[in-house]
């Protein structure tokens, strides 16, 4: 059985409570639209806030590149390293020279010097001058050539870039060889070096006493010729550059030279570094 409550039954309250849910869905949507559509506009300043901001952060960057550059290209690659390379050979070439000359007129007043204890100095440094490879000698030479390999040909299979040119290792084998062969002199390329002369590479140039080499490398020591290939032959090291020279066409060549003049040696004398090796006596230079 149904009751009502206000004169109005179940039937009619529930269509009070749908026009009534209705009327009041339809105020919320009604009074949403502004508040919606305010924030649509704030996002829309915001929007055009970030937008100026962004141009006038682009024009500030434009104007302090155009005022740094003043004309100029602002991807500088650096100094000229081959430039400056060639500048201090040359400049050091120059100073050798000046040092030549130095050395003469002291040799020349020193010569007009008539005294008995300078005259027995002089002779004492005059027959030290040879040993210590400070004055020009000749006698009977052999020469080694080393030489990357050819840059037109293909790159052989299982081969890389560093395996087709001449290391620092290389070179130093050969040196060390000459030496165990009984060298009394030795000039690499143009210079006359000594025991404790340093062989450095750097890429592919070769620096030896603040000059700087291309390939080919030519190492020049004066001797007994055949004591001078027979230490070569029986070098480790050096056989394995030639294992190289065989499988990827380096330059390896020895010839002998009845008789050649090298220069006196212009570099520095002082030692830097030294050790004694525990099994013998003699010293052993680090560099």
């Excluded at 090291?237 to 020895?254: I, P, S, W």
Aim: charged share 20%; net charge negative.
């Amino acid at each position: 059985m149904s009751s009502s409550v206000d004169g109005v039954g179940p039937a009619g309250r529930q269509a009070t409570e749908r026009v009534s849910a209705q009327t009041q869905a339809e105020h919320w949507q009604t009074k949403g639209e502004p508040v919606a559509r305010r924030h649509a506009e704030r996002g829309s300043v915001s929007g055009s806030l970030a937008v100026g901001v962004v141009l006038t952060m682009a024009g500030v960057l434009f104007a302090t590149s155009a005022g740094t550059a003043a004309g100029t290209d602002l991807r500088n690659e650096g100094p000229d390293l081959a430039g400056l390379v060639r500048q201090e050979s040359a400049q050091l070439n120059d100073q050798g020279a000046r040092v030549s000359e130095l050395r003469a007129e002291v040799d020349a007043l020193s010569a007009q010097v008539d005294d008995i204890s300078v005259r027995r100095l002089q002779d004492r440094a005059g027959a030290l001058a040879v040993p210590a490879h400070v004055a020009p000698v000749s006698g009977p030479a052999v020469t080694v050539t080393l030489d990357d390999a050819p840059a037109d040909r293909p790159l052989p299979p299982q081969a890389g870039p560093d395996d087709l040119v001449v290391h620092q290792q290389d070179v130093q084998a050969v040196v060390n060889a000459l030496w165990a062969g009984g060298a009394e002199a030795m000039m690499l390329m143009d210079q006359r070096v000594i025991s404790t002369s340093a062989v450095r590479c750097v890429g592919t140039t070769l620096h030896l006493q603040g000059r700087v080499y291309s390939p080919p490398y030519t190492i020049t020591a004066i001797g007994d010729a055949a004591a001078l290939q027979r230490s070569l032959d029986a070098s480790a090291e050096v056989a394995l550059y030639r294992e190289y020279v065989q499988a990827y066409d380096l330059g390896y060549g020895v010839e002998e030279s009845g008789r050649v003049e090298l220069p006196a040696y212009e570099g520095p004398l002082t030692l830097q570094h030294a050790r004694t090796p525990v099994d013998t006596d003699q010293p052993a230079v680090d560099g």
